[in-house]
């Protein structure tokens, strides 16, 4: 049945070009939820078995059914007369004549898809879905069908997107493809340009020219962290076996644990060697963890609630470390504007070790406040999401932590100084 789609030239090269795992990071107003609605429609027209089936997954189960429901309707033929799908409304499902069906879902409900098989995915707006929903979830509902994916977005940060697309460059296995609004030639030049008007640098650039490092709006550390990376003070920082390391500790139970590793070293500089993030595990699985670094250990810095008795043992955390070998220092209980202005002023006597604290420098990066669009400004509490651990974490270290002998704030505008040996170019 001809669904009324006929793709642009930047479609159909896409389609000519899709791989069994594929990503595409494109600019608004492209096509790309139009492009995917339509892959998995002609899949599942062509599947040839009776049991084929895809989903459609959005950021919110709202989302899926205000953005996609219509186009899925639309494209299959709704209203034609010849049209060979049933809909059922309740569950957002297209039923095919044939047997295959397409279903939407919301990334917000992982466990909806659990203990499905699917031959089709397609995950929409990346940027806004936690990673583990494709790792834990849905790749390995396509295994045993070997089934395709195909992952659509627009940048908004480093994130699961970023996370994907960086994978998928460096997979030939995978097609990835980035499209910029001032390369397609899709929007209207004067269009561009009033938006571009209208806009902060930041926005168009990450809104219609694809960038991943494009300021964080609200950030808190963003342009901190710019400027460390144009030092090139994230880099390879090699852990020195001569001195202690220190660490500092979000505690979580039903969330993460993120702990910091970090060593002082001569001139003031503060050295992060290692990064380590957790889910669900008791206090025994990060004893081990410290075991297995072998470092010889100074400080172990965690937040004022250790001390809190936990109903189920009657034992503080505090007192489970010590009987494990850990001794915890309590980092004093400020307020977290005052955490966070500490954190400001350590930052630019940091050194990041590129690799192993990967995911706590992005958190850096991306933490930030929530935008309120109703008041059009900047709530003044940070916004709570897959950041707050690792900088909550990086909070307690700038507070708590004993530093030797009062810093000494190395020149940002010399070359010279590099305590690891290094040239300060990026690699």
């Known amino acids: 049945m001809d669904t009324l789609y006929v793709p642009r030239p930047h479609q159909a090269e896409i389609e000519r070009s899709l791989a069994r795992f594929s990503v595409l990071v494109c600019h608004r107003r492209f096509g790309k939820t139009v492009l995917s609605v339509n892959r998995l429609i002609r899949a599942a027209r062509e599947a040839g ?45 297209a039923d095919f004549a044939d047997g295959a069906r397409i279903r939407l879902f919301g990334a917000e409900n992982p466990d909806s898809l659990r203990g499905l098989y699917l031959d089709g995915v397609v995950f929409d707006e990346v940027a806004q879905m936690p990673y583990r929903v494709w790792s834990e979830v849905v ?31 460096k997979n030939p296995d995978w097609f990835a493809a980035m499209y910029r609004a001032s390369e397609t030639g899709l929007l209207d030049p004067a269009e561009l340009e009033a938006a571009r008007r209208e806009m902060s640098p930041e926005e168009y650039e990450q809104e219609f020219e694809c960038s991943f490092t494009a300021a964080i709006r609200g950030a808190y550390f963003g342009s901190i962290m710019a400027d460390l990376d144009r030092q090139g003070r994230i880099t390879d920082v090699p852990h020195d076996p001569s001195l202690p390391v220190h660490t500092a500790w979000d505690l979580g139970m039903s969330d993460s644990t993120s702990i910091w590793f970090a060593q002082s070293r001569p001139g003031g500089v503060l050295a992060l060697v290692d990064y380590y993030e957790a889910h669900g595990q008791g206090l025994e699985h990060y004893a081990r ?47 977290v504007q005052d955490g966070i202005n500490a954190v400001r002023t350590t930052l630019p006597l940091c050194w990041f070790d590129r690799n192993a604290c990967e995911r706590g420098i992005e958190a850096l990066r991306n933490y930030r406040r ?58």
């Open 49 to 93: 078995v009776d049991d084929w089936r895809g989903a459609y997954i959005a950021p919110l189960y709202k989302q899926a059914k205000a953005v996609v429901w219509d186009y899925l309707k639309q494209y299959c033929g709704r209203g034609n007369p010849d049209c060979d799908v049933k809909f059922n409304e309740s569950e957002l499902r």
């Open 370 to 427: 929530m935008f309120n669009d109703r008041m059009n400004d900047f709530s003044a509490t940070p916004l709570h999401d897959w950041t707050s651990h690792a900088v909550d974490a990086f909070r307690y270290l700038c507070v708590g932590l004993r530093q030797p002998g009062p810093a000494v704030r190395p020149s940002r505008s010399s070359n010279d100084f590099n305590p690891f040996g290094r040239s300060h170019e990026r690699p």
């Open 139 to 169: 790749r390995p509902a396509l295994s045993d069908r070997k089934g395709w994916a195909l992952f659509i977005g627009t940048p908004q940060g480093k994130n699961a997107l970023y996370e994907i697309w960086t994978r998928a460059r």
């Open 289 to 335: 963890v410290l075991d297995e670094k072998g470092y010889k250990f100074g400080q172990h810095i965690a937040p004022h609630d250790i001390r809190v008795r936990e109903l189920g043992t009657g034992k503080s955390r505090l007192e489970t470390a010590r009987s494990l070998g850990i001794r915890f220092d309590i980092c004093p209980n400020i307020p």
